[in-house]
């Protein structure tokens, strides 16, 4: 049922178009309807000559020497370079074990022994996880062996680790 408002709000709006709008007043997306003139000033003529035409600003770098290098440009900061830097760590390269074929080779075997199948959950495919039963950091001897390891999907791998 409508409300009194909405009732005479139909009644205003009877001899307008049924979106709601009088002719010719706009549309919804802004500016002239299609078709309507612009003002003959401001609308595009062929062959006109652009506004900004000759007067374009002066470059930012105008005064500017170009081809400056600093003084330091190639030079080692020795100060804090090697052994005196805050964050020296002993000379230390960036070891990423899991992009080693060591480990890719292990995960895989991990996976064939375990049939592709979860420990915790039994479900066999999806994505799984290799877990080391005992810690990597700890017994490094035992990073590679296949009986070291399990197969967990990701879910029960953040259960069983928690």
């Not at 062929?46 to 000759?54: F, L, R, V």
């Amino acid at each position: 049922m409508p409300t009194e408002k909405q009732i005479k709000y139909w009644n205003r709006m009877k001899g307008k178009t049924g979106n709601g709008f009088k002719k010719g007043h706009g549309f919804i997306g802004g500016g002239s309807p299609k078709g309507k003139r612009n003002s003959p000033k401001t609308e595009f003529k062929k062959g006109g000559i652009p506004w900004i035409k000759g007067k374009h600003p002066i470059p930012w770098n105008k005064n500017k020497k170009t081809g400056f290098i600093p003084w330091n440009k190639g030079k080692r900061f020795n100060k804090i370079c090697g052994s005196n830097h805050w964050n020296w760590k002993g000379g230390i390269d960036k070891w990423r074990p899991r992009e080693r074929i060591e480990y890719k080779n292990w995960r895989k075997k991990v996976f064939e022994n375990d049939n592709y199948t979860c420990w915790i959950c039994e479900i066999k495919g999806g994505y799984l996880e290799a877990h080391h039963l005992k810690e990597w950091s700890k017994y490094p001897k035992l990073r590679y062996k296949v009986s070291n390891g399990m197969a967990l999907h990701f879910d029960c791998h953040r259960i069983y680790t928690m």
